[in-house]
Nanobody
Framework: QVQLVESGGGLVQAGGSLRLSCAASGIRFSSNYMAWYRQAPGKQRELAAG???????NYADSVKGRFTISRDAAKNTVYLQMNNLKPEDTAVYYCKAVGSYIYWGQGTQVTVSS
């Protein structure tokens, strides 16, 4: 059974930081592209950051320089370090695994107050 379990969301003031974690099980984590998407109220889900099995990363322009995605193969976990958070970062953040199949986590709420 495949599971992607996100954690680390919460309420933070603008300028603050949060670190999201996504623990994966039931997949070949080392061979999967992993990504964080986010969906704000009334908006489409969008890519925030992604990381390949080899460690190459890509970011949305809106988060470049503030967010860092990383992965730990020993823990089957992908992280999203979010610094200098802004109110417009408020969204539900979802973990996505792309391999032979695509899997999504259940999401974790991030709320940034001004």
């Amino acid at each position: 059974q495949v599971q992607l379990v996100e954690s680390g969301g919460g309420l933070v003031q603008a300028g603050g930081s949060l670190r999201l974690s996504c623990a994966a099980s039931g997949i070949r984590f080392s061979s999967n592209y992993m990504a964080w998407y986010r969906q704000a109220p009334g908006k489409q889900r969008e890519l925030a950051a992604g990381i390949t099995s080899g460690g190459s990363t890509n970011y949305a322009d809106s988060v470049k320089g503030r967010f860092t995605i990383s992965r730990d193969a020993a823990k089957n976990t992908v992280y999203l370090q979010m610094n200098n958070l802004k109110p417009e970062d408020t969204a539900v953040y979802y973990c996505k695994a792309v391999g032979s199949y695509i899997y999504w986590g259940q999401g974790t709420q991030v709320t940034v107050s001004s």
